[in-house]
């Protein structure tokens, strides 16, 4: 099955947000497809910027509907004008999430649940689906392939996994073409700094201390953002409906291998970190299998890690103005990894 991408008018929800508004400014970039026009819906919370789409806003194949996904009347209406939709829109954070869970059931499911009503309605001609990784849950050794159960741990991750598991339902029970992408951890520029990327850079660059989770032996995969955009794109071009297709970045590192590298990178050292006490629920080791979109779809991750993490705090040094309004107390509720 392979969807038409020349052309289409797509709908991105989240699109202010990190991985969306990266996934915007790709696709209306030079090397886009110059058919192809963007809209997108975005609540702007605490996470949406909308600067994050200023790069593209004079395209006149771009428009921005600041709307929330769970407004079902405001959806369908857009829906009703759009062929694809592209839903990245969550409440993103597991410390927040920890803290308080109610947002997270709201957006991720009962949002996503929205969306997929109006999509079966106007029968829309594709729907692809981010969810992540942590659905799987904690994994010691070895990847999960698509076939894993999910196992989600964190009141973040079980959110997800329920959208994960009811879009997947409305392509069996609706027919909708609907697919699934699972990537793993996602670093790159405009990434809001309460994850610990741009939460430790944005700290270190202005002479402050870093909290390290635990004994720091907690292992993630990393992604850059323009592989999983690559991904999201070959999945939205090439992938099968009601198929999930992980996305990974082929670079293993423990929260401490991270944390000495983003010292290194900002001139300091480990007198500058603080080990603090564990996360609650914390999964100790995320690891997609990259071999479907691989086989399938012919997905390598590009982004050597090492330059991919140098141009990141590169892009926090020179962009203080877009990161520094997030620091303040009254913007961010969490700031931990
Ligand atoms: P983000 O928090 O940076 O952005 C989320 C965006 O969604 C924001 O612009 C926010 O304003 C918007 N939003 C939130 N609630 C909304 C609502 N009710 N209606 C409309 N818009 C709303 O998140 P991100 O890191 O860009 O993640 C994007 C997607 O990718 C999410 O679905 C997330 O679960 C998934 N994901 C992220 C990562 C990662 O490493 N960042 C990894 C795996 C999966």
Redesign the pocket.
């Known amino acids: 099955m392979t969807t038409s991408t020349s052309g289409s008018r797509i709908l991105v929800?989240?699109?202010?947000?990190?991985?969306?508004?990266?996934y915007v400014r790709t696709l209306l970039g030079p090397d886009g497809d110059p058919g192809t026009s963007v809209t997108v819906?975005?609540?702007?919370?605490?996470?949406?910027?909308p600067a994050?789409v200023d790069p593209v806003r004079a395209d006149p194949r771009f428009s921005f509907v600041h709307?929330?996904?769970?407004?079902a009347v405001l959806v369908d209406a857009l829906v009703a004008e759009h062929d694809q939709i592209v839903?990245?829109?969550?409440?993103?954070?597991v410390d927040r999430s920890i803290h308080e869970a109610s947002?997270f059931i709201?957006?991720?499911v009962s949002?996503t649940q929205t969306l997929l009503n109006a999509a079966v309605r106007h029968g829309l001609e594709t729907f692809v689906h981010?969810?992540?990784?942590?659905v799987y849950g904690s994994i010691e050794s070895g990847s999960w392939p698509e076939t894993h159960p999910l196992g989600p741990n964190s009141p973040?991750a079980a959110a997800?996994a329920a959208?994960d598991l009811v879009a997947l339902a409305f392509h069996r029970t609706h027919g909708l073409d609907l697919r699934v992408?699972?990537?793993?951890?996602?670093?790159g520029p405009?990434?809001?700094p309460e994850?610990i990327i741009p939460l430790f850079v944005t700290r270190l660059l202005d002479g402050g201390r870093v909290p390290l989770y635990g004994d720091g032996g907690n292992v993630r995969d990393w992604?850059h953002?323009d592989d999983?955009v690559r991904g999201i794109e070959l999945v939205r071009g090439r992938g099968r409906p009601g198929e999930v297709y992980n996305i990974g970045g082929g670079t293993e590192l423990a929260n401490r291998e991270l944390t000495g590298l983003l010292l290194e990178a900002c001139g300091t050292d480990w007198s500058r970190v603080d080990f603090v006490e564990d996360r609650k629920g914390h999964d100790r080791r995320y690891s997609v299998d990259c071999t479907k979109i691989t086989e399938e779809l012919g997905y390598r991750p590009r982004k050597d890690f090492a330059e991919g993490l140098a141009e990141t705090v590169a892009w926090y040094r020179a962009n203080r103005p877009w990161w520094e309004p997030a620091t303040t107390p009254t913007r961010t509720l969490v700031l931990t990894p």
């Open positions: 929800t989240g699109g202010a947000g990190f991985i969306g508004s990266h819906l975005d609540k702007l919370t605490y996470a949406g910027n994050n709307g929330d996904i769970c407004d839903h990245f829109a969550a409440e993103s954070h947002d709201r957006t991720n949002g981010v969810s992540t990784d942590e973040y997800k959208s992408t699972r990537c793993s951890n996602n670093y405009y990434q809001f994850k992604l953002v999983h």
